[in-house]
DNA sequence: TAGTGAAAAGTTACGGGTAACTCAAGTCAC
DNA sequence: GTGACTTGAGTTACCCGTAACTTTTCACTA
């Protein structure tokens, strides 16, 4: 597959110069006359050259303009977001994304490692904290800026910024216990490998035996975190435990199709059951109700790694951790407070 | 910034073999004995290499394994999960994603394009069929394959696959005048360049206007085509021309929007105003009506456009254009058919 | 007018792999 | 024992820019 593009030395051959003045013009490094500027940039333009950057990356012995930035999946929300603002971020400083979905599987993450640090990037943004043996090899060794997002963690491989999902769950136990309930649902869906939202679980779980209460039942299909699975949790979770009081779901998408589960089968919210979500999407707080959730700062997240990133690059000094926090969001689909 | 990674010299060396043995034990391409090939994997293991694909791309003057994706934006949910299919097919034949975020603005997709084409990637795939001169030249020049996605074009840059959304706007402003509605509004979003979105509101300006209809108020916000949009849109909409009768929005998001916002300000859908959308969102079909919208097949799209370009790399005869078509559903927030 | 220094340009080497070729040693048939 | 062939390895050149160094050109001064 003979490409025939054309190289800097056949511009610099048609421009009547040697290759290194026609790589002094483009660069605009000065050493060269105007004269000559003139003839290089018309023969640029008339040959429609391009420059090979893999050639550049390899001569000067650097680094790519590469990020490499892990995803789990785009399907949900809140993570499509993060990417556009991590891409965003770096577009604007001349860096470009590389994609990798990890599907939430921890060996499709050490493939993923592997090949994007064959390209030399400049950098990577990772989601989530846990890593195979090997990937952390990998990354510890590629010496270069490195960000894990999502999951807080005070003692990260480089650095990290994203919030404790252990403590959000455990928030909203203990809020909704405040509010009188004592038996609990839980509807999300299940890994390989641990991660935020088991995280949450636990957070939520332990709260609820804080305060004496029940989990009554967690139900963990295997689906994508989604509308229809929300739906369909709920009803498989109330054929079998008609007295949970409240359900908190993985996420919003689940929780909205909940809701719309209970309003079909006739039941009251928060009435008959309470709906509790996490991440307050936009969606939620456009129902006819407000969704009680926990509200994420996951643009910010986006941003701030991109940011850190861009800083160890460029030499910058930057926190190495930053914990974004949440927010808890009251809402209407759960009891009043008791005043 | 001199990077400490070991090179195949020195893992040669260090196996004490030649530089082009250790390469040829590396991609298995025979030739050497079982003996030697022990020694030179031992010394990978033990050193850590991990080869520098830039080197074997640039070597061989062959085209790397990226595939450049251009995508608009992600907050649309449509956008994040055609990348989603993209990616996936791509990642499972060896291939990395390299984004780019236009932005619906042409000249960041020529920006982006510049960039993209340095890193000499196998191929590209792009949302949008308009594109800048200098952008049009450099891709033609690139010579490799391109998927323009999208909007449907009979007649691409190289191949294509997408819908007419022209003929889907026309569809939904015929089926809404079929259905008694006379008094139209239109309700999207502004962008520097002509998008699917602007032909979508072409074809549903012929079509009233060949039912004899009146398309009484379009409004064009510039901000994002989301949920909030919707309601405010709505909100102005309905301020200034209180005699429309339907309004067609630019995609579900604003749809759902505006429905909440007539649901709040006391009217009824579809009694004193209908709502249609376009794009068929899972979360239109989970609400406690069915939005009347067009469904389009996102997800085939960005499958299918990552397994042409996939084809074409591996010398694959492809059909070079693709029209995947769209659905028109009726829903319940329009009136009813009269019988 | 030779000498000086700066500007403008050229030359060489290099990076990390791989294609293409060469070479050495062993195997086998006759 | 010799030539033909196979196998396992090494050598060389190259991809395309750029760092580092060298050479040429030229204006200006003593």
Redesign the pocket.
Known sequence: MK?N?????EV?KAA?????????V??D?????????VKVIAEVERLG????R???V????KRSTFVGVSIPELGNEIFAQVLEGIDRKLGAFGHQTVLGMTEHVRDQEEKWIETVLSWQPAGLIITGRSHSQRSIQMLRGAGIPLVEIWDFNSNPLDMCVGLNHFDSGYAMGQFLAGRGYRKFGYAGTSHDTANAASARLAGFAKAISDASGQLEKQILLRDVPGFYTGYYCTEQLLASHSDVEVIFYQNDNMAVGGYEYCARAGLSVPGDIGIAGWGDLPISSIQPYRLTSVAVPHLRIGQLSAEMVLARIHGTRVQPTRDVGFRLIPGTTVWPATS
């Open positions: 490409n593009k054309i190289s800097l030395a610099a009547g110069v040697s290759k290194m003045t026609a790589s002094r483009l660069r490094e000065g050493g060269f006359s105007e004269q000559t500027r050259y391009l420059p090979n893999l050639a550049t390899f001569a000067g012995d």
